[in-house]
């Protein structure tokens, strides 16, 4: 049933990523009805999911490297992630016209930054 409804739901999405910014995505969080609230987390997990996969093709997740925007501590939910790119976005309203996935980044970045190892 929820693949289902995350299905109808991307469908509803535009049909390319760049045509998807960071004020689709936004307007997107904050509609208060379950599909939408559904759509946008699954957005942003797979963003985030995506840029992961990224990092560790170039050379691995473990510690800050160069180009990592954020490293999620274990037990992060998909509301967390909302909330931080929610957060970041109403800070930074003027940044809203890039990509989604970068807000996504963004936003993850401001509250999950990656530390320096010991």
């Not at 473990?62 to 990592?68: D, I, W």
């Not at 989604?100 to 990656?114: E, K, M």
Request: with cysteine.
């Amino acid at each position: 049933m929820l693949r289902a409804l995350l299905c109808a739901c991307a469908l509803g999405l535009p049909l390319t990523a760049a045509a998807f910014n960071g004020a689709d995505l936004i307007k997107l969080c904050n509609r208060t009805d379950v599909p939408s609230k559904s759509a946008c987390q699954a957005y942003i997990e797979g963003a985030a999911d995506g840029a992961y996969n990224t990092i560790e093709a170039i050379g691995g997740t473990t510690g800050p490297r160069v180009g990592q925007y954020f490293c999620l501590p274990g037990g992060t939910t998909p509301e967390d992630m909302t909330s931080a790119v929610r957060k970041w976005a109403a800070a930074n309203g003027d940044k809203l016209d890039y990509n989604a996935s970068t807000v996504v980044a963004l936003g993850l970045g401001a509250t999950y930054a990656c530390r320096a190892e010991p």
